[in-house]
């Protein structure tokens, strides 16, 4: 019998935050490193998850399954495919450099670092058992619950004034999408009752709704699919569902801020992958024009809209808003270049979102919380290594050429211009627009002559080396050499392509197409 590794991995940090909690009030040093310590527990399993994981095996591996509630149909089933391990070793990288990033956050107020760190353990363990779920009673619980202590990080953490507002703009708009969610999940199991047994299991479901082997109504199964798809756009976020997130992002903490956007918002777009188009293929397709429109016009929304941006932070979270619609245009492209590009880009999102955003923030720590790109002016010449940190990241945020991004990117525009030219046309004018915004904001804050108060800005100590450190070796790394999480995502996509029936098209040619 093997060690049940998948519940190791999400077991832990929620033991973690539960040990942070009852720890004296007055060990808030403690209180950090055992929160460190219970993230690198994590990192450990779920690098072992990752050398097990057979690419030639099974499907869904390290597979776990006990009854939970019989007369329902739930169970606690876990499994991971390649795209699940990929996401799952994003979300435990990130973790302990957050936790380092964050290392004075927490506030002055009585136990608040233990509140904090214990938070911060909470949602990556809300987010693990939501990666390696094949239950999806199971999977609903905790893609609702994520939203709590995400709520109080932003809200009882966050730095900016708004930050009371912040947060409850983002918990009233996931909780919609939820809620809506809830009645498609409960509308799964009354589906699978009227033809057989009511059940909850993700592959079962899968089973019962193929094509060809089905009775239920069309018109039901695309219900069903808005009702996932509508909480997966707001969660990712999809334009125009994305109103909440730059407010967000902005008025918490950089680290919290990286937690929502790099790890808590990719279970959105990785819910569409593995429930949208598995679970309703024919409604995939019915809708997926109208889901590429909006990807596209979030792609060029976000890189315009970051264009006139005087926050620094905020012109970084309208960025990720471009982005997002590139990872949600690869998914319903419905090409293996397209969600390989879209997986992908959604481990390198996370990696180049956390450098330009940590290091954006220990800038503006230095001086004085100003976030006003106005308030800066050469910084090279004070902070050598912290201008050229934030240099690479944010080319790696404009997808340069060598940088890990860029591949991602380029991925899902191929598998977009076989399927959908048009649309990878207008997705390649955000290239276009990212230099602009990333290279202006670079120049703004880092060159030309020294601002007033930026004079007494010091470099990256080594606390914050640490994390900066390991963020821009793997843009480095997997900007020329993506084979070993690619080698974890392809054979998952070719699942997911051979379940939803969809094949890749002729490549265009100027022959084929006279």
């Given at each position: 019998m ?22 004296p ?38 597979v ?44 002055q ?5 233990h ?28 893609f ?13 953490f966050?730095?900016?004034a ?6 409850l ?20 199991y ?20 193929e094509p ?13 699919f808005?009702?996932f ?11 125009p569902?994305?109103?909440?997130l ?19 918002d990719?279970?959105g ?19 997926r ?12 929304y976000?890189a ?9 932070m905020r ?7 471009s ?6 245009l ?37 001086h004085?919380?100003s976030?006003?790109?106005a ?66 904001l ?5 060159t ?26 793997l ?40």
């Open positions: 093997t060690a049940p590794w998948l519940s190791l991995l999400w077991l832990a940090p929620i033991a973690g935050a539960a040990l942070v909690m009852v720890l009030a007055g060990r808030a040093g403690l209180a950090k490193y055992v929160g460190l310590g219970v993230s690198l527990v994590a990192l450990a399993v779920s690098l072992v998850v990752t050398a097990g994981f057979d690419t030639g095996g099974q499907t869904y591996q390290f776990e399954s006990h009854p939970w509630i019989p007369s329902f149909g739930a169970g606690y089933t876990l499994g991971v495919d390649g795209i699940a391990v990929v996401l799952v070793l994003l979300t435990t990288v990130l973790v302990p450099l957050l936790l380092l990033a964050g290392w004075h956050d927490g506030g107020r009585r136990r608040g670092v509140a904090y760190v214990a938070l911060t353990l909470t949602v990556e363990s809300m987010v693990l058992i939501s990666l390696v779920s094949l239950d999806i009673l199971l999977f609903y619980v905790f609702e619950a994520m939203l709590i202590p995400m709520y109080f990080l932003i809200g009882g966050g730095t900016g708004g930050r009371s507002q912040a947060a703009k983002f918990l009233l708009y996931n909780l919609f999408g939820g809620l809506i969610m809830l009645a498609a999940v409960i509308g799964i009354v589906v699978t009752a009227q033809h057989g047994t009511g059940t909850f299991d993700f592959r079962t479901a899968v089973a019962a709704f060809g082997s089905t009775a239920v109504d069309p018109g039901v199964l695309k219900a069903l808005l009702g798809m509508f909480a997966f756009a707001i969660k990712a976020p999809l334009w569902f994305h109103r909440w730059p407010d967000a992002a902005v008025e918490a903490t950089p680290a919290s801020a990286v937690l929502m956007m790099a790890v808590m990719k279970v777009t990785f819910g569409m992958l593995r429930y949208c188009l598995q679970l309703f293929p024919e409604a995939s397709t019915y809708f024009p109208a889901i590429i429109t909006l990807a596209v016009i979030g792609v060029v976000g315009l809209v970051a264009i006139g941006q005087t926050d620094i012109l970084i979270a309208y960025t990720s808003i982005h997002f619609g590139f990872i949600i690869g998914i319903f492209v419905m090409t293996s270049q397209g969600q390989s590009g879209s997986t992908l880009y959604m481990f390198n999102h996370g990696i180049s979102t956390a450098a330009v955003f940590l290091i954006a923030g220990f800038l503006i720590a230095r004085g919380g976030r006003s790109i308030d800066y002016g050469g910084v090279q010449k004070r902070a050598p290594v912290l201008a050229g940190t934030f240099l690479v990241a944010a080319m790696a945020t404009l997808s340069l050429p060598g940088l890990a991004p860029f591949i991602s990117e380029f991925l899902v525009l191929i598998g977009t211009f076989n399927r959908y030219w048009l649309a990878a046309v207008f997705g390649t004018t955000a290239l276009v627009l990212s230099s602009i915004y990333m290279l202006w670079y120049q703004r804050l880092m030309g002559p020294v601002a007033r108060g930026t004079e007494r800005l010091t470099d990256l100590v080594p606390r914050e080396l640490v994390v900066v450190a390991p963020l821009i070796a843009l480095l790394f997997l900007g020329f050499y993506p084979k070993p999480v690619l080698d974890l995502i392809n054979p998952a996509v070719a699942h997911t392509m051979t379940t939803t029936g969809h094949h890749d098209p002729q490549p265009l040619t100027a022959e084929g197409s006279r």
